[in-house]
């Protein structure tokens, strides 16, 4: 089946710093991907997406492409602030109507301090 | 902006009880979907839901769960018969086209004991 794998964490960055999580799917066809983002108390919002080869989602300074030959869609930002400090989740879907569910990866936790 | 809302927020109850979780979609949608998350673990796909019949479901979603739509607006997940192993973090989600961005609701936490 389709799956998810981001790297483990959780991560911890001084303010300012270069962030980058991993993410490699595994799916058979095309999926879209995404990153959800997950904030302290709160639920599960959409951060970025791409939905074919080579494209590159981008958002609130986060950036991520979405490279097939390499299965991979990490995310990055150049200078990370302490309000980035959240639960980041790698997901992918087929989108065909009758399998349309989001899978996601086990989530990393960043945590930014001043 | 429309948004996804879920009620309650939080939800406590004693194992073997039956719980209704309850979710409003984004008006315009029409798939209708339940993940859960249990603490500190991968959110993970339930059920999803169009036209009024399930379209897909994960072997989580087995016959102690049930899905409804029972007046054009809520969108419900029941669990009959709650199991401590229950105890998660539900969100509903909707979307218009399932080749669009799915939005998520804040969440149910429900406690079994």
């Known amino acids: 089946g389709n799956s998810v794998t981001q790297m483990e964490g959780p991560v911890t960055l001084s303010e300012e710093a270069f962030l980058t999580i991993n993410c490699t799917y595994t799916a058979t066809g095309y999926p879209s991907l995404f990153w959800y983002v997950q904030y302290p108390g709160e639920g599960l919002q959409l951060l970025l997406k791409?939905?074919?080869?080579?494209d590159k989602g981008s958002n609130k300074g986060f950036e991520a492409t979405y490279r097939k030959e390499t299965t991979s869609f990490h995310l990055e930002k150049g200078s990370v602030q302490v309000s980035d400090s959240a639960v980041y989740f790698c997901a992918l879907t087929m989108g065909s109507g009758a399998n349309s569910k989001l899978t996601f990866g086990k989530g990393i936790t960043l945590s930014v301090r001043p | 902006e429309p948004e996804v809302t879920q009620t309650p927020s939080h939800q406590v109850t004693q194992m073997g009880q039956e719980v209704i979780l309850r979710c409003v979609p984004i008006s315009n949608h029409l798939y209708f979907y339940w993940y859960r998350q249990i603490l500190g673990q991968k959110v993970e796909f339930l059920v999803s839901f169009y036209n009024n019949e399930i379209s897909e479901k994960s072997e989580i979603f087995d016959d102690q769960f049930s899905v409804e739509r029972p007046d054009g607006s809520n969108f419900t997940l029941k669990i009959r018969s709650t199991k401590l192993e229950d105890s998660a973090m539900y969100f509903c989600a909707s979307t218009r086209d399932y080749l669009e961005t799915q939005y998520f609701g804040p969440g149910t936490r429900l406690l079994v004991l």
């Open positions: 791409a939905t074919k080869a080579d």
